[in-house]
């Protein structure tokens, strides 16, 4: 069966809240009435923030709905009218304290059975500190992970936020070469008089084929 446009007939609101509008509409898709409950969401901006030192900050909060406090990336909803990458540097500053250089690097819908959530995803870098504001009811710590770690910890599932393992996998190329920079500088051989010597000389080509390798082998 081919995919067919839903037109809407019906659209009533069922709730209104803060944050959230839910929907009941009524659709017709070849001829047929079906019944649609829509979950509204004014979308929102979420950042990678990466700091001089290759560490991401994450930020760690309690999720009443789920139980439990989840590893994320900063985030925060988008004010009405507002433009993402105004909200993401707003919000970036209000969570971390920090403003920084932003990239945008793509979008995703969260949950578009019912729901119309947008998020912005962006990655910063280049960070400067300046204060943490955080919103009225607002708690959270700052959590500092090196890059290299971060997709270790995905593997083992200790980051299971929907958004924050989409940004992560968007930017997974920027990161990795991120994380091949910080190698490629560390790994760096000084010249030294023995370097001179013919034995010199073959240890030094040796130690090249060796960086060539760990680089082709990182994660």
Not at 93 to 116: S, V
Not at 162 to 187: E, R
Request: hydrophobic share 40%.
């Amino acid at each position: 069966m081919s995919i067919e446009k839903e037109k809407t007939i019906d659209h009533r609101m069922m709730y209104e809240g803060k944050l959230l509008h839910v929907y009941y509409d009524e659709v017709d898709i070849a001829g047929e009435t079906y019944r649609r409950e829509i979950v509204e969401h004014p979308g929102a901006a979420a950042i990678i923030p990466v700091t001089e030192d290759r560490e991401i900050l994450f930020v760690k909060q309690y999720r009443y709905p789920i139980k439990q406090a989840l590893l994320e990336i900063p985030a925060g909803k988008l004010s009405s009218g507002e433009d993402p990458g105004v909200c993401a540097v707003r919000e970036l500053e209000e969570e971390t304290g920090c403003i920084g250089t932003l990239r945008k690097i793509g979008i995703i819908y969260t949950t578009p059975g019912f729901c119309n959530e947008k998020i912005y995803l962006y990655i910063a870098d280049h960070l400067v500190y300046t204060h943490q504001h955080l919103d009225d009811g607002e708690y959270l710590d700052i959590v500092k992970i090196p890059l290299k770690e971060v997709f270790q910890m995905v593997h083992e599932g200790k980051i299971t936020d929907a958004k924050t393992l989409s940004a992560l996998a968007i930017a997974s190329d920027i990161l990795h070469s991120m994380i091949l920079a910080v190698k490629s500088t560390s790994m760096t051989v000084m010249p030294c008089e023995v370097c001179l010597s013919e034995t010199g000389i073959r240890w030094q080509k040796k130690m090249k084929t060796l960086m060539c390798m760990s680089s082709i082998l990182a994660p």
